[in-house]
């Protein structure tokens, strides 16, 4: 990915050692190559295209599950900065429908887990995303609504539910979560397994074991009810750990109003100005026509 290593050379704020010549970032001893944060066998056009009916084609609802999409070096230091966390970063939810709890939002995090989100924010990524989902223009959340980090200890859970429609300061409609799982050894019998389920059959139809280093996509819809209902009861008081993002789109201009979305100059050249001015007295479906016919 080279437009990754350009967009990771500059000199950070957050202690990462990078050099220009190796296209490498150090992190506590760990040397992670630019170009293998994600593994590149995920993004030809032949995986996009197998990703995509691969997707399409799942059950209850559309969702995609994959093994090795990231550096499991990376993911080993994203798993260390759970510990490292500031204690006020973190807030708790304890309901009759879910306890667990979650980073706050705009969290500071640690440089592994931050370089984790840069990555799936890029536009690289989220080209690939809109790619695979057959979603155009999608829209990251740098302050992380949802997301950010997730752990859950000894009976915790998260009864069956579908995501939130619409971002609560944004607007933007919700299209998408985008997770990966940290748990290295996990075993099925501890449960607390994520769980797709038919909401017409009332029943769960695939169970997504979080194993370190999957990573599930699942897009919104009126269909994708979820959750891991079953307490968590794994040995030592073992948390299950994941990090999740969200994606979204906004609504598109009215073809009236696309005039809104150029620059404006404060001194206009003349032409322009009349063609402003007569913009505003000509029906919008004749300035198409007129548009079209002289293509300016």
């Known amino acids: 990915m080279p437009a990754l290593a350009s967009a990771l050379r500059d000199p950070s704020p957050l202690g990462i050692v990078r050099t220009r010549r190796a296209d490498c970032i150090t992190l506590r001893g760990t040397t992670l190559l630019l170009d293998e944060l994600v593994d590149p066998a995920f993004f030809t056009p032949e995986a996009r295209q197998r990703l995509r009916a691969q997707l399409a084609g799942a059950a209850p609802f559309p969702h995609l ?143 997504v074991q979080p194993e370190f280093g999957r990573t599930l996509l699942m897009p919104h819809g009126p269909r994708s009810f979820h959750g891991h209902p079953t307490p968590l009861q794994a040995p030592d008081d073992r948390p299950r750990r994941s990090v999740a993002t969200y994606f979204y789109t906004g609504t598109p201009m009215p073809e009236q109003d696309l005039d809104r979305s150029i620059s404006i100059f404060i001194q206009p050249r003349r032409i322009d100005a009349a063609k402003a001015m007569l913009r505003q007295w000509v029906p919008p479906i004749l300035w198409r026509l007129a548009k079209k016919v002289t293509g300016r």
């Not at 300061?169 to 389920?197: C, D, H």
């Open 65 to 207: 599950v994959v093994d090795g999409l990231f550096n499991p070096d990376l993911l080993t230091l994203v798993l260390e900065e759970f510990d490292t966390h500031e204690d006020g970063g973190w807030y708790d939810v304890q309901s009759s429908y879910e306890r667990t709890r979650r980073s706050v939002l705009g969290a500071t995090l640690g440089p592994a887990t931050q370089l984790y989100f840069d990555l799936v924010n890029a536009g690289w990524f989220t080209t690939w995303l809109s790619d695979v989902t057959g979603t155009p223009y999608l829209i990251p959340d740098p302050l992380r609504h949802g997301g950010g980090l997730h752990e859950s200890r000894t009976g915790g859970s998260f009864a069956v539910h579908r995501d939130f429609d619409r971002h609560p300061k944004t607007g933007l409609k919700n299209e998408m979560v985008f997770i990966t799982y940290l748990n290295r050894g996990w075993q099925p019998e501890w449960g607390s397994a994520l769980e797709l389920w038919d909401a017409k059959d009332g029943q769960c139809v695939t169970t």
